[in-house]
């Protein structure tokens, strides 16, 4: 295991942070809930460190296979439950799955890029 990249953590962190804003318009969003693209960033940076810098300069698709992955396994079938749940239509709850997915994305990429 390398060691947990923690200024990619929380530039991932930002980046996710300013997806998902865009994605909802610019609208003001409290600070305190950037603070919470932390911990998936925090979690993706744990995933990246065990794989190792060896394997992910030899492989960088892990990057966004990892985040990613995350995103499709974990993220958006709660945001689809959560909202099948509370009544939200179907196409709020798709958009806000496809900010999600691209939030992630650019989480795995700041990674690829401060290695």
Do not use: C
């Amino acid at each position: 295991m390398g060691p947990i990249n923690w200024v990619a953590v929380v530039l991932a962190a930002v980046a996710a942070s300013a997806v998902l804003w865009l994605f909802w318009r610019g609208r003001a969003v409290p600070l305190w809930t950037w603070t919470l693209s932390l911990v998936p960033a925090a979690m993706l940076g744990h995933a990246l460190a065990q794989i190792g810098p060896d394997k992910l300069a030899a492989k960088p698709h892990l990057y966004w296979m990892q985040s990613s992955g995350l995103a499709l396994a974990i993220v958006i079938p709660a945001l689809w439950l959560a909202g099948t749940k509370n009544g939200v239509p179907a196409r709020e709850t798709g958009r806000d799955s496809l900010a999600f997915l691209l939030a992630y994305l650019a989480m795995g990429a700041v990674f690829r890029l401060l290695g």
